[in-house]
């Protein structure tokens, strides 16, 4: 039998907690599916050791819901998965949200009938409902993937992935362990696994900027003072997506013992707030050399083994254009006589195969291989579905040559369906739970908006589409963020296209542009009652 809804959510991690939780208050028959078997999202996925957000606690929390925001007590400035997974546990609860989903259960496809402009979603579990939206919240990060190295599947110990790491976790005491990758996630669990592991060795491609996080506990007296001002904080940061001390001060224009302390400074603090010490970090190349040359002079501090330190220093891209690492005794950790770098540029992996790693120039025998290769991210959990809209083409093809909609949120030919932070919008360059409030609001706000017009249907104008799609690489132009092969542009996925995929113009300037076109009775968008 065919379940009829108003609304299909794809997604139960913060996006789609929140989308249930706001549609079905404005009396929508709501449904989630979510392919774990528990709420969560990336924060149900990713559950290596040392996995923590990189925004602080305070900040990477709900704001719809002031007796939530008070009540919570974070333990540490930046949470680690499990408080995290703990939070939306409570939410899940505290707002009655698990029996609008089914957990255990993937989306398989999702096409859409002019006829009757509704969406027919199918599962692997063989559900099938119709609904008159489809929002998908599939994450940004949740399609994770291992190297693409011969033999990786004949590996006879154990290959695990970062973003799909067991529940019950892993002992490492005793083992030889490969690391590969050193992103934000090896980052992070790079130093956990040294210590336990017998021997440890990271295999990087690419060394990554690393700022010291300085974790620690959150006291009762800073915690109480950030909620007193909780309601002035969430509006500063609907403008900025996190709340940094941003410098409106170019970092030539001062001398350079001033500009030494002001990166000192935000170094001994921790954070990502290191990055916009100066005003043109990330829009001048020479501006942005002074920070990285900050950060190579704290590696060779920090990293005993002068060679290894310089393997560590990155290079041939600018700070700040590839996801800035958070870690804690990261650079430390290679000090360690038991862990092993290898630059992977100059001694390439060539296989896998029994109980080692084959190098160019040697074998590695390990017992186990953690992959920390990150994801194809923002559009890979909507390339696993067969979605289809009003012409029967499928998004994957509509997309062949790179993402394209509108404002973000949806695509021409594909009606009805709304992205939650996708390509196209802030997305990953700002605080996510940000991000997500402002677009399921908005998104609820239009379907509340159709609902009470009587119209059926709303998809973007082609020339809409055309015109954000500049706007969005105009805006990338403008920064160094262009310069580097990141994830950001898919350079991580082999023969995906090469485009800078989030608006990199800022949330506060994204916000307005969304207000704007909503005010103005949905500009750029065609709104029907059906053919």
Excluded at 52 to 61: A, G, I, K
Excluded at 245 to 272: K, N
Excluded at 382 to 408: E, F, H, M
Aim: net charge negative; charged share 20%.
């Amino acid at each position: 039998m065919t379940r009829e809804l108003d609304v299909v959510v794809v997604g139960a991690g913060f996006a789609g907690l929140y989308a249930l939780h706001k549609l079905r208050g404005l009396g929508f028959a709501v449904h989630a599916f979510e392919a774990a078997d528990d709420v969560g999202g990336v924060w149900h996925w990713n559950r290596y050791p040392g996995a923590r957000c990189d925004v602080e606690s305070l900040q990477y929390s709900y704001s719809f819901d002031d007796p939530l925001q008070q009540e919570w007590v974070w333990s540490e400035r930046y949470a680690q998965q499990g408080e995290i997974l703990a939070y939306l546990d409570h939410v899940a609860d505290r707002f009655t949200l698990r029996p609008l989903i089914a957990f255990g259960t993937r989306v398989t496809s999702a096409h859409f009938d002019p006829a009757a402009d509704r969406w027919h979603v199918h599962t692997d579990r063989g559900d099938t409902v119709t609904a008159r939206f489809c929002v998908m919240a599939s994450g940004s990060l949740s399609a994770s993937r291992l190297p693409d190295i011969p033999g990786i599947e004949t590996f006879a110990g154990q290959v695990l992935h970062t973003g799909a790491w067991p529940r019950d976790g892993v002992d490492f005491a005793g083992k030889s362990v490969a690391v590969i990758g050193t992103g934000s996630s090896g980052v992070q669990a790079i130093p956990q696994i040294a210590r336990s592991a017998e021997r440890l060795v990271v295999l990087q491609r690419t060394p990554n900027f690393v700022v010291p996080a300085r974790n620690q506990p959150l006291s009762d007296e800073k915690q109480g003072a950030w909620k007193a001002a909780y309601g002035e904080y969430r509006a500063k940061a609907r403008q900025v997506g996190t709340l940094y001390d941003f410098s409106q001060t170019p970092a030539l224009s001062v001398s350079a013992e001033a500009r030494e302390a002001e990166y000192r400074s935000r170094w001994e603090l921790g954070g990502v707030n290191f990055v916009h010490a100066f005003s043109d970090i990330m829009t001048d190349p020479a501006a942005n050399q002074t920070a990285a040359d900050f950060v190579h002079a704290r590696i060779r501090e920090l990293v005993a083994d002068p060679e290894t330190a310089e393997m560590l220093c990155p290079r041939g891209y600018p700070l700040g254009a590839k996801r800035i690492c958070v870690g804690s005794d990261y650079y430390e950790t290679f000090n360690r006589p038991h862990v092993t770098l290898i630059d992977l540029q100059a001694r390439p992996v060539t296989a896998i195969g029994g109980y080692a790693i084959h190098l160019a120039d040697a074998a590695l025998p390990v017992d186990v291989i953690v992959c920390a290769t990150g994801y194809d991210a923002l559009t890979g959990a909507l390339a696993q579905i067969d979605i289809r809209g009003r012409s029967g083409a499928a998004l994957s093809a509509r997309w062949a040559d790179g993402p394209r909609n509108y404002l973000g949120l949806m695509t021409a030919d594909f009606p009805n369906m709304f992205i939650v932070t996708g390509p196209g919008s802030p997305s990953v360059l700002v605080n996510m739970v940000v991000g997500i409030e402002q677009h399921i609001d908005w998104i609820a706000a239009c379907i509340a908006h159709l609902d009470r017009a009587g119209a059926t249907r709303i998809e973007p104008e082609p020339e809409a589409e055309a015109a954000w799609v500049q706007q969005v690489n105009d805006a990338a132009a403008e920064t160094l963020f262009v310069q580097a092969n990141s994830w950001y542009l898919g350079a991580n996925i082999p023969g995906k296209p090469r485009v800078f995929m989030p608006f990199v113009g800022g949330i506060g300037r994204y916000r307005a542009i969304c207000d704007e076109v909503a005010a103005s009775g949905y500009a750029g968008f065609r709104i029907t009652s059906g053919d």
